[in-house]
């Protein structure tokens, strides 16, 4: 569902992506670890087209999105859901309107199935009673479940994640990661999720992934990263290089 083929990229002579090669399976709930300012936000920002690689690809579903255009972007945009590390709310717009916006903008659903949807999708995260309130007047973990809900609405095919639940207390963040993996059972998702959750993320991912020095040095199922032979794989998890 998601290939990675030789991805580079570099800001002025910062080369944060460095041939970076990763297959993402349908329906697999996938992880990428690894330090902070190693690029893995830049990744994510290729994967739904935000950013063009210097050299390499991102094909989702076979679809190189870094070359698409009008409205096969579009359409490919549109199975993709993401949510940002800083998940990016409108201000002027109350929660209700926040998660009803992308409704609004690419359905053609009425008010009536918008209502529901949104209503149900605020439910999913926690926030039952909250649709009045602006961005301004709840806390930051509800900002993010907003985020979230306003991400799950749209029913996408692929999700991705940016650090989901830093910030949130665990019966939330434990909310959100079981709503993730009753829309795999029901309809398959896949997940791509970076996280700095260790080990909490294993439990929940089927694979993952360490970036480091711009390059995946390590992928495989959740114990094998756990219980990783490659030394800097190992001293990430045990918290001794960040
Ligand atoms: N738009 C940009 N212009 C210039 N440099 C950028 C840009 N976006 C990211 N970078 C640089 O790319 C590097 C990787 O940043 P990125 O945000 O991907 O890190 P990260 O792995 O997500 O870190 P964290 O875990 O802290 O979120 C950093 O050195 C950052 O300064
Ligand atoms: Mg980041």
């Not at 076979?62 to 940002?84: P, S």
């Not at 830093?166 to 059972?185: C, E, F, H, M, W």
């Amino acid at each position: 569902m998601i290939e990675i083929v030789d991805l580079h990229k570099k800001f002025g002579t910062n080369a944060v992506l460095r041939g970076v090669n990763l297959k993402v399976a349908k329906g697999e709930t996938f992880a990428l670890i690894g330090a902070s300012g190693k690029g893995k936000s830049v990744l994510i920002k290729h994967m739904i087209g935000l950013m063009k690689p210097d050299q390499g690809q991102v094909k989702i579903d076979g679809q190189d999105i870094g070359r698409l255009h009008g409205k096969k972007l579009v359409q490919l945009k549109n199975r993709i859901g993401i949510v940002f590390q800083f998940g990016a709310l409108f201000d002027s717009l109350s929660v209700f309107d926040n998660v009803a916006f992308p409704l609004q903008e690419k359905t053609r659903l009425g008010a009536k199935q918008i209502n529901d949807k949104v209503l149900a999708a605020l439910d999913n995260v926690g926030l039952k009673g909250e649709e009045e309130k602006f961005p301004a007047q709840i806390s930051g973990g509800m900002r993010k479940r907003v985020a979230v809900a306003r991400c799950l609405v749209m029913d996408p095919e692929i999700i991705l994640f940016d650090e989901p639940t830093t910030g949130l207390d665990p019966v939330i963040a434990n909310s959100i990661y079981s709503t993730i993996q009753k829309l795999q059972r029901e309809r398959n998702l896949t997940s791509f999720i970076i996280s700095h959750e260790i080990p909490g993320i294993f439990k929940i991912v089927d694979r993952a992934a360490m970036l480091h020095d711009g390059r995946i040095i390590q992928v495989g199922t959740s114990d094998e990263i756990q219980n990783s032979t490659v030394p800097i794989v190992q001293k990430f998890l045990k918290g001794e290089i960040e």
